[in-house]
């Protein structure tokens, strides 16, 4: 304590000392600008601060999974953990506080049903959490982590994209930890601040070898949360949390899956395509009724769902359609994955033609289920894009 006190203090003699002194070469760099924003225009911003308004819209009853409940999307969350504890005997559910349910009642009354051997608590250790789903998932069994939010994911960074990410590949195939699904709470909630807005879906969809996954609606939730923890390749699903409770519709009781990496165009408009995933969906579908009823805009509102690998053709079918193309995403400004999306549709409009599957899934092949021997070597078809020339590289 008199260590802290004593800092504090230097501190306070720095400040005093004004802001020519060591105070402005201490902070001028980086604190009193605030994320490298120089102190005298943070008011300027804070009057530039951009607030998204959304109201959800549920989508239409669905028939053909048979009897539908009113959920919310935590309840659907449960609902696609209860039918999974269900259906197989060695999936098992762990995090931190998910015995008694979470903090989001994701799992709530599952302990109780399923036992403290398959629904279990661990320490706040995010890299633990991981590695040790990677350990339960290189032995058959399924794993199901919970990250308790998104913005804690970092500490299992390594484990997800060095470990998790390539472990079918290093083995060449003769082992892997496919039945893992890392699930968190993602996005922001409007009093969530610095470690409880975040979303990092971007810093994993530089990762081959794992599938990145954000749902708009508690059916939608469902659905892909039960055909991440059946895929054969690890995924991280982000829930978006604000939509927790806000978001209710009717759901199926029983299982059903939507498939991953496909995206859904949730509205033909034929002058410009609107691409969003999890909350912004609801976004960008108001402003699609705002553009045609003031100005007349035709718009396409396309739902990615999957982040990685994602539906490249039903997008730049859409902006072939389209003409133009406009992409919203709960992020930070610099290295969001629309940029991603914005760079592929425009060197494939130059190309003038919409990619064709075997090119696009290649990647997948070698670090994704299904990897390919040939002359004895394992091929990673990592495809390089140099102007025209398509490059394939041997490991």
């Known amino acids: 304590m008199a260590a802290v006190a004593a800092f504090a203090g230097w501190l306070l003699r720095l400040r005093a000392a004004g802001a020519d002194g060591p105070w402005r070469r201490l902070c001028g760099a980086g604190l009193s600008r605030g994320f490298l924003q120089s102190a005298s225009a943070y008011g300027a911003a804070a009057q530039r601060r951009q607030v998204a308004h959304f109201t959800f819209q549920p989508d239409p009853e669905p028939v053909e999974y048979g009897q539908t409940q009113k959920m919310n999307l935590f309840q659907a969350v449960t609902s696609a ?45 995010e890299q633990g959490i991981v590695g040790f789903g990677i350990g339960i998932a290189v032995t058959g069994a399924t794993a199901i982590a919970e990250i308790q939010f998104a913005d804690y994911i970092f500490p299992a960074f ?23 699904t890392i699930r968190s709470p993602w996005g922001c909630v409007g009093h969530g601040a610095l470690y409880h807005s975040q979303s990092p879906e971007a810093f994993f969809a530089h990762c081959p070898g794992i599938k ?22 690890p995924c991280i699903f982000f829930e978006p949390k604000i939509l927790y409770r806000a978001a209710v519709e009717q759901v199926p009781v029983e299982p059903y899956n939507i498939p991953l990496s496909q995206a859904e165009v949730i509205q033909e408009g034929s002058d410009v395509t609107l691409v969003a995933w999890g909350t912004q969906v609801h976004v960008i579908r108001e402003v699609a009724a705002m553009a045609q009823e003031k100005l007349g805009v035709s718009c396409e509102v396309i739902d990615l769902r999957t982040i990685l690998p994602w539906d490249v053709d039903t997008v730049c079918k859409s902006v072939i359609k389209t003409g133009r193309l406009l992409v919203s995403h709960e992020a930070p400004l610099t290295g969001g994955f629309a940029s991603e999306i914005s760079s592929t549709v425009q060197y494939y409009r130059t190309q003038g033609h919409v990619p064709n599957k075997a090119k696009r899934w290649n990647l997948k092949k070698g670090l994704l289920q299904g990897s390919s021997k040939e002359n004895g070597h394992l091929l990673l078809k990592m495809f390089c894009m140099t102007g025209q020339r398509i490059q394939r590289t041997k490991c």
């Open 158 to 180: 390594d484990q997800i994209v060095n470990e998790a990410a390539k472990y079918r590949y290093r083995s060449g195939d003769l082992f892997n930890c496919g039945s893992l």
């Open 212 to 233: 990145v996954v954000v749902p708009r609606s508690p059916f939608q939730a469902k659905g892909l949360l039960l055909s991440c923890i059946e895929d054969k390749n």
């Open 81 to 125: 953990l209860d039918n999974s504890l269900a259906k197989d005997p060695t999936a098992v559910i762990f995090g931190e506080d998910v015995a008694f349910g979470g903090v989001f009642r994701c799992t709530v009354g599952l302990r109780d049903k399923y036992g403290k051997d398959r629904v279990f608590n661990t320490p706040l250790c």
